[in-house]
């Protein structure tokens, strides 16, 4: 694997410090009973000191190790000792008192839902199975093998990716969801997915979040390009697969995002991620059009009916007349979101690029159409593999524009 580039050693060094000075936001493990000071307080008189616990020096050749610690919500505003920081030392301005956490749904729904289901029956899998002790596909895996390395590239700078859709229900969380969960999965650096949809945004679902606190509109006015990733990560969820999680709302519908309100909190987050996933608002939106305007890299996600790809493509050949450089880093995923599809996928596919952009054919997975949470160890043979050539595919595409 290629090893890491400065800025992500920039990254592990900053974590490193932060951890040996007693500032780790989010602890891998639940907090001792008793706080240990960091090296370079103090304690008072009536205080007495306790032993310092050595601090892990990271190796900055190696990949930062991703925590297997189940996810843990934060209080960044009962953090001690840096609520009043000054903004100028590069350190966040903490609000005065945090938000009450809210259910990403209503408990009694996911009850509802029941059990995930594999997105292949049973028969199919175990066929799977016998096929490749019988008979292992070496192309196959060398296929595989070299997708995983374009996920796994490294990047100088933290990249955005933007998803969004023609209209709501076409699947754009699913795939937003599918995408985060596959470069957390892949990565060594940190990974975001980024909620933009402050209506009807359902990615902390889609991710397993159980509660959410902060949202972009609350980080707005906390956050800079100099803060650092220490601080950054108390106002985030942590993710059980992997990666973070920033949502647009607190559970309910909320006031719409403001097309500056996003710029600001996506510029400030990215240079401490390697790749950030936006779930946008639905076209045309302020917020999509702001993050189509700004991201390195575009996911367009059509429904796989007769109207909806006549609607991407006529979306597809808008943005294509505003910003003729979309071509280089625009993809189109056709999702299908029925078994009963009666739509010729290589029609709707030769359709959707004609305009010179590649189309990825997302399958209908019965784990995907359940609605819940995604897990990666769930999703049929086809879907996972789609997920992964869709990840190389726009990463790659990102990577690329400057």
């Not at 350190?91 to 292949?120: F, I, K, M, T, Y």
């Not at 070299?146 to 229900?169: D, H, I, K, M, N």
């Not at 808008?318 to 078994?339: C, D, F, I, Y």
């Not at 009963?340 to 590649?358: K, S």
Request: one cysteine or more; charged letters at 20%.
């Amino acid at each position: 694997m290629t090893a890491p580039s400065d800025w992500q050693r920039d990254l592990i060094r900053e974590v490193g410090a932060a951890e040996a000075g007693g500032e780790r936001p989010r602890p891998a493990t639940p907090p001792a009973p008793a706080r240990t000071p960091a090296p370079a307080r103090t304690p008072g008189p009536a205080q007495p000191a306790a032993a310092p616990v050595p601090a892990r020096s990271p190796d900055p050749a190696q990949p930062a190790p991703r925590s297997p610690a189940p996810p843990r919500t934060p209080d960044p505003a009962a953090t001690p000792g840096r609520d009043l920081a000054p903004r100028s030392s590069g350190e966040v301005q903490r609000p005065a008192s945090a938000p009450e956490a809210a259910p990403v749904a209503d408990p009694r729904l996911l009850l509802a839902l029941g059990s995930p289901r594999h997105g292949d029956p049973l028969a199919r899998r175990a066929g799977a199975g016998l096929r490749r002790l019988a008979a292992p596909a070496a192309k196959e895996a060398g296929d595989a093998a070299r997708l995983a390395e374009a996920v796994q590239q490294p990047v100088t700078t933290g990249r955005v990716l933007a998803v969004t859709s023609l209209r709501g229900g076409a699947g754009k969380s699913t795939v937003a969801a599918l995408l985060t969960r596959t470069y957390a999965h892949y990565r060594h650096d940190p990974v975001l997915g980024l909620e933009a949809d402050a209506a009807l945004g359902t990615l902390p679902l889609r991710l397993g979040a159980r509660t959410v606190r902060w949202t972009v509109g609350d980080l707005a006015d906390v956050l800079t390009p100099e803060t650092r990733l220490t601080d950054v990560t108390g106002y985030l969820v942590q993710l059980e697969e992997g990666g973070w999680l920033l949502p647009a709302s607190r559970g309910q519908v909320g006031n719409p995002l403001a097309g500056r309100t996003y710029y600001t909190v996506a510029l400030a987050l990215r240079r401490h991620f390697g790749v950030t996933v936006v779930d946008c608002d639905s076209l045309p939106g302020q917020v999509a059009r702001t993050a189509l305007g700004t991201a390195h890299a575009r996911v367009l996600v059509a429904p796989a009916t007769a109207e909806g790809v006549h609607g991407t493509r006529q979306v597809l050949d808008w943005l294509l007349g505003l910003l003729p450089a979309a071509r280089e880093n625009t993809v189109v995923v056709l999702n299908a979101t029925s078994p009963d599809a009666t739509l010729d996928p290589a029609t709707a596919r030769a359709h959707l690029g004609e305009p010179g952009v590649p189309v990825v054919l997302l399958p209908y997975d019965r784990h995907l159409g359940q609605g819940g949470p995604v897990h990666t160890d769930h999703l049929g043979e086809a879907a996972r593999g789609t997920a992964l050539r869709l990840a190389a595919e726009a990463l790659g595409r990102a990577v690329r524009t400057r």
